[in-house]
């Protein structure tokens, strides 16, 4: 698949279809890939694929530094790709001058893929590889959510303040999110100041809250906010609880339909009114 991904690689730089490749290069043994710009096709052979090719490179997509490279081709694997359709639905992607590349899962993404069950990007421009019939392996988590909503609402409130307590307010999570693209961040204003900028439990649980509501019926699940963050705060169930409520009332999964309707944006006379109380 590596030399499969070169080639091809290689083809659109010579080709001109697009000015930059953005892919995995290697690191340091045991730490993530490292994304990669590659605007040379004699520079292509630095691209790699591996059990370490863990970050969403979806979310390099909304930045402007990158948007001015020129036409990119972006090296995807099926639980980012969800992200990409999102983007599009956003406006933040013009998919048009995109070339998408597909990564199969046959477990070589694992374990980040775990959580998703697009073994093969659906939407890719073209794909390499083929999915193997063995399931990724299990990702870890300190606990999922039904370990945590089989709590009571006084165990998980303290769940919370346990984790967020730990929060340093690095915004690890908003810089690696793909769907965290606005230019000011709430959490950056101060004429008013909706959330405190110092690491305090209510600064905190502002914070990750309000991060949590933005991302409602929008977050794909990749699991970088997981993975980035360096207290280990298991970010993702938030996202998580809301992507169920999203599912059972609305019928709606992010990512999986390009031409399906947003929630928010759109009605139908059919939508479940059980939240109001």
């Not at 691209?47 to 020129?70: Q, S």
């Not at 915004?171 to 100041?193: G, H, M």
Request: proline share 6%; glycine share 6%.
């Amino acid at each position: 698949m590596i030399e499969q991904l070169r080639e091809t690689c290689r083809r659109l730089l010579d080709e001109g279809s697009v000015q930059v490749i953005i892919g995995y290069g290697d690191s340091l043994p045991g730490k993530p890939a490292r994304p990669m710009f590659i605007r040379k096709s004699e520079d292509v052979d630095q691209l790699t694929w591996g059990p370490h090719c863990l970050p969403n490179l979806t979310a390099y997509l909304k930045r402007k530094e990158v948007k001015a490279l020129g036409n990119a081709a972006i090296v995807v694997k099926g639980c980012d790709e969800k992200a990409l359709v999102v983007l599009t639905k956003e406006s933040q992607v013009d998919r048009a001058s995109l070339h998408v590349i597909g990564m199969a899962c046959d477990g070589v993404g694992a374990p980040k893929c775990a959580g998703c069950k697009v073994r093969t990007p659906r939407f890719a421009d073209e794909v390499i590889g083929t999915p193997s019939d063995a399931e990724p392996k299990a990702g870890t988590r300190p606990v999922t959510l039904e370990d945590l909503m089989a709590k009571s609402p006084a165990e998980r409130w303290e769940f919370w303040k346990h984790e967020f307590a730990r929060c340093v307010k690095c915004y690890a999570c908003r810089q690696v999110c793909p769907l965290c693209y606005c230019e000011r961040c709430i959490a950056d204003k101060n004429r008013p100041q909706e959330i405190l900028t110092s690491a305090s439990l209510t600064g905190n649980f502002a914070w990750h809250i309000a991060r949590a509501f933005h991302l409602a019926a929008r977050c794909v699940e990749c699991g970088e906010c997981t993975r980035a963050c360096p207290a280990g705060i298991p970010l993702a169930l938030l996202n998580r609880t809301l992507a169920e409520q999203t599912e059972e009332s609305f019928g709606y999964q992010p990512g999986t339909d390009p031409d399906a309707e947003p929630v928010f944006g759109s009605w139908k006379a059919t939508d479940k009114e059980t939240f109001i109380r």
